[in-house]
């Protein structure tokens, strides 16, 4: 799998996306993570990416001609299934949509900067808009190293327990029940009882009733989906 992010401050999330799960998957060649830094594709000598917005609204937006000449310059070598722009107001993030983006092949992620993108990249550029929570982030980095996060790490074979992914919150929607390890027993808090009785079809139900109790009590509206 191919993710292309475009983004004014690639060393903001350059770490992030070439440490631990999301490095160990890069080298075992189940992704590629490639950071295009936008001003990169600006024409101005002073590498501007972004001007004031028409009609004298507060703030400044990103040009779309930097946009434009990226997104075409990938698109030349690559075929891509998605062209992602962060945005509060997209559609929600969450576990099933990350599920079905690892199945794609190659995507673009735009991270969206300052006030916001000039319109025509959302109406001609972008295949998706994706937000990570109803409220506003100095730029769409930190979201796009997050939708990556969630993305690349259950690819098979990017974790060494591929059942760990598996049983993760919201894979089946709902939480995860409680989770203990050593010491059994710490300042009188013990492990539970059942845990540690080595009856695993008595455990699996234990987690079930348990992960049904913490979503109903925490997350109702996952019941509801």
């Not at 070439?18 to 075992?28: G, P, T, V, Y």
């Not at 990226?70 to 698109?75: D, F, N, P, R, V």
């Not at 993030?93 to 993108?117: C, P, R, T, W």
Request: glycine share 6%; with cysteine.
């Amino acid at each position: 799998m191919r993710i292309d992010i475009i983004t004014v401050l690639p060393e903001m999330i350059e770490g992030f996306v070439h440490e631990s799960i999301l490095s160990r998957a890069e080298k075992k060649g189940l992704a590629k993570i490639t950071l295009h830094n936008l001003r990169d594709y600006s024409n101005d000598k002073w590498k501007r990416i972004d001007d004031y917005p028409f009609g004298g609204q507060a703030g400044m937006v990103m040009q779309i001609d930097p946009i434009y000449r990226c997104i075409t310059s990938l698109k030349e070598k690559h075929k891509y299934d998605d062209i992602i722009f962060t945005s509060p107001d997209g559609e929600q993030f969450n576990q099933k949509m990350a599920n079905d983006l690892s199945l794609k092949e190659n995507i673009i992620i735009l991270a969206g900067h300052y006030k916001g993108v000039d319109q025509r990249v959302r109406d001609h550029l972008i295949t998706r808009e994706i937000s990570v929570g109803d409220y506003v982030l100095t730029g769409g980095e930190l979201p796009a190293a997050i939708i990556t996060d969630a993305i690349v790490r259950i690819l098979p074979g990017a974790i060494s327990d591929e059942q760990s992914a598996l049983s993760d919150c919201f894979q089946d929607n709902m939480l995860s029940a409680p989770i203990y390890t050593r010491p059994r027993s710490y300042n009188g808090w013990d492990v539970p009882d059942i845990l540690l009785s080595g009856n695993e079809a008595k455990i699996k139900q234990w987690e079930f009733e348990q992960a049904m109790e913490r979503t109903k009590r925490l997350r109702p509206d996952l019941l509801d989906e």
